[in-house]
């Protein structure tokens, strides 16, 4: 094969992969925006890193408000943790949930199963990285806090998220 001929095979496959990436991610975005209330979601990363917590000897108080909330303390000297629809990791799920699906050297039956280990990976590890950034955030200074909830918080997402397809990716061969 000429090596025009590669180009070309090579255009059209990221562009497949493009296309059907672009449409499972604004099917699966819109079903959930539509369907799945947003306090069920920050509810359960909420009480999940709450329990959390509490291994670390932190105990807070769930409040079902939009955003959910995390009070950690006496009444007097009281933090409020929002836990918000960014914090839930939803969208970074539904970024890995797409690349798994318009992956072309797989399957469906693996493509289920890379599916299935994400929502497990993500179920178990968002509320641990929730928990660890509050932990920190409590026994740091402001611009720590910031620091870690700006980037690292952002950063570790994208590291599992990259883990979790490797693994897969793997898995596939």
């Known amino acids: 094969m000429k090596l025009k001929e590669k180009q070309k095979k090579v255009l059209i496959q990221v562009l497949n992969f493009l296309a059907i990436f672009i449409s499972v991610y604004l099917i699966l975005m819109s079903l959930t925006l539509l369907i799945v209330p947003l306090t069920l979601i920050e509810g359960y990363h909420a009480i999940a890193s709450n329990e959390i917590l509490k291994m670390a ?3 807070g108080k769930i409040v079902f408000t939009e955003p959910v909330q995390i009070l950690i303390g006496e009444q007097t000297n009281q933090q409020t943790i929002l836990i918000s629809f960014l914090c839930s990791g939803l969208i970074e799920l539904i970024v890995l949930i797409s690349c798994i699906s318009a992956t072309f050297n797989a399957d469906l039956k693996k493509k289920l199963k890379g599916i299935a280990l994400a929502l497990v990976a993500w179920l178990i590890l968002n509320p641990i ?6 932990l920190i ?3 740091a200074s402001v611009e720590i806090a910031e620091i870690v909830h700006g980037i690292l918080f952002k950063l570790s997402l994208f590291i599992i998220i990259i883990g979790i397809y490797f693994v897969w990716m793997k898995y596939v061969k």
Do not use: K, S, V
């Open 137 to 139: 955030a409590l026994n």
């Open 129 to 134: 990285r929730i928990a660890l950034t509050i």
């Open 57 to 59: 000897g932190i105990e």
